[in-house]
């Protein structure tokens, strides 16, 4: 039985559902460029191994970004390993519990020790005032994420670095096509990973990269992407596999070719929620610096309780109940998670603004596949929601 009903191209008929379900799709655009890339990959039957279209694919988004290396991987959560890795990090890494929890789960899954630090609430990104507080002789090194692609406070995080004589790593996995102060998301720190996973906005089905200025970190990224081993009889470092295949490149290679087109319709798309959710109690759509270059992917907004009358989770069952598909990115924070929760290395920090964040945050179908007309749909609900529940409920929060 087929799972999934490819048209219109926004809905999908997952089985355990039964019915349509209005949400994001991959951005699969320029179909033809890519299904003769794949002819000429079969033809040529060089598969993998750093063949031409991974070359292709990593000269193309350093250049895009604007950084001398782009080492091509398997995914983003990969790519952070790697790079991890690469920069010898070891001890205690300093990251948010506000992401998804492969970053904390990459810098695990290495023997390192997250510990996770409280967020700014303006960029949802590390706060840079805490993590000073959470240095320790064992911190080796800094991982921020850009949030929604919103950049953190690279200059705060570069200032402690180089005070504490620290690394710094983003994942920048939402943040491939974005600026800060005019500087391309990609070229800070010492390295910057990437995600170029099937529901991100450049997608090479599933795929990654480490971006850096670094020569001598990249070719150790490099080794280590391909077991070590500096050609097949040497065998020079420790290694795993986590190659980028030509077909995934292919699927990335038509992706950036159409970047200038999804990142419109996304800005369209989020510039009619912004609309059509203004002035609505309670409800805000997490803002996008226009003044910056952004990919525009994730449209998220965040449920006040105590101004709407109605919680995240009433959001999220209003929409679910009308087949539509939203996420709560990121919930519950990486600290509540296994396996952190009860490690006492990881939480050693209060953590209130992640906490409230996660509790509101939620992430609403967008990309070229959703309408205008859905969006209206998306918002109708959610207002329809703050609307009907908001007098009852702030009558019976005022009684108590
Ligand atoms: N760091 C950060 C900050 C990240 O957000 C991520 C990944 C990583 C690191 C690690 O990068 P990768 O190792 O993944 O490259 C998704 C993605 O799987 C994940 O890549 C992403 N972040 C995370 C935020 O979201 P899910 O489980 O929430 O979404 P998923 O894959 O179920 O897709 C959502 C909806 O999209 C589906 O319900 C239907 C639709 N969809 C999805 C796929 C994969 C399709 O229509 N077709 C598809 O092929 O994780």
Redesign the pocket.
């Known amino acids: 039985m087929s799972v999934?009903n490819w048209r219109p191209l926004n809905r999908?008929e997952?089985a355990a559902f039964g019915r349509p379900?209005l949400?994001?799709?991959?951005n699969v655009l320029r179909r033809e460029e890519f299904l003769a890339r794949v002819e000429d990959i079969l033809d040529r039957a060089w598969l993998t191994n750093n063949g031409p279209y991974v070359q292709e694919f990593e000269a193309r988004i350093a250049s895009l970004v604007g950084a001398r290396q782009c080492v091509a991987v398997a995914?983003?959560?990969?790519?952070?390993e790697i790079a991890a890795r690469a920069l010898e990090l070891e001890g205690e890494v300093i990251c948010p519990a506000f992401?998804?929890v492969?970053?904390a789960h990459?810098l695990k899954w290495c023997g390192l020790s997250p510990v996770f630090c409280d967020i700014d609430p303006k960029t949802r990104c590390i706060d840079p005032a805490q993590a000073e507080r959470l240095i320790t002789s064992r911190t080796s090194g800094l991982v921020g994420?850009?949030?929604w692609g919103t950049p953190c406070d690279t200059e705060a995080l570069g200032e402690l670095a180089d005070a504490y004589g620290l690394r710094v790593l983003y994942?920048a996995?939402?943040a491939f096509g974005c600026s800060r102060q005019g500087q391309m998301i990609g070229t800070f720190g010492d390295a910057e990973?990437f995600?170029?996973?099937?529901?991100?906005f450049v997608n090479a089905?599933?795929?990654?990269a480490i971006v850096t200025d670094d020569d001598d970190l990249a070719e150790r990224a490099r080794l280590m992407r391909s077991f070590g081993q500096a050609s097949p009889d040497r065998v020079v470092a420790l290694g795993t596999n986590a190659k980028l295949n030509e077909i995934s490149a292919a699927m990335g290679l038509a992706s950036l070719d159409a970047m200038d087109e999804i990142i419109e319709a996304n800005h369209r798309n989020y510039v009619c929620y912004r609309e059509a959710l203004h002035g609505l109690p309670g409800i805000t759509v997490a803002e996008h610096d226009e003044r910056e270059r952004h990919n525009y992917q994730y449209v998220a907004i965040l449920v006040d309780p105590a101004k709407a009358g109605v919680d995240r989770d009433d959001v999220l069952a209003a929409l679910k109940a009308r087949d539509v598909?939203a996420?709560p990115?990121?919930w519950p924070g990486c600290h509540q998670a296994a396996p952190y929760r009860l490690d006492l290395t990881a939480n050693r920090a209060p953590l209130p603004v992640t906490e409230r964040v996660a509790s509101q945050a939620l992430?609403l179908p967008t990309g070229p596949t959703v309408s205008t007309d859905d969006i209206r749909r998306v918002t109708d609900v959610i207002r329809d929601a703050v609307e009907a529940c908001r007098p009852q409920r702030v009558a019976v929060g005022d009684a108590w």
């Open positions: 999934i999908v997952p379900l949400v994001g799709r991959p995914n983003g959560t990969l790519a952070i992401t998804f492969a970053t990459a994420v850009h949030v994942d996995a939402h990973t995600s170029f996973h099937a529901t991100k089905i599933e795929g990654g598909h996420r990115y990121f992430c």
